[in-house]
């Protein structure tokens, strides 16, 4: 009766070569693309305070309550931004 599987095939190892150098490639852009995708959330984030910065600095310009309200609350931070030398 013949053998399906050869003796000598049995000492090779059952993982393929293209799913080990998939696993690599994947591990090896797994961290720049991780890296990536967080500069884009920062970036996103400063976008979007800069959009409601300026639509809030619109609204003080049209509005002389909401300017006294920044206004104040620039004097009452400014204390805490002296540099000590």
């Known amino acids: ?3 399906f599987v ?4 049995s000492s090779f190892d059952s993982q393929q070569a293209g799913a080990d150098r998939a696993a690599k490639i994947v ?3 797994g961290a720049p693309l991780r890296r990536l995708a967080e500069r884009v959330a920062a970036y ?3 976008h979007r305070t800069a959009a409601e910065d300026h639509k809030m600095w619109e609204m003080a310009l049209a509005d002389a309550r909401v300017m006294a309200d920044i206004s104040r609350a620039m004097k009452q931070g400014a204390p ?3 540099a000590f030398y």
């Not at 050869?6 to 095939?9: A, E, I, L, Y």
């Open 80 to 82: 805490n931004k002296v």
């Open 44 to 46: 996103m984030a400063d």
């Open 1 to 3: 009766m013949t053998a």
């Open 27 to 29: 591990r090896a852009i």
């Open 6 to 9: 050869h003796p000598s095939f």
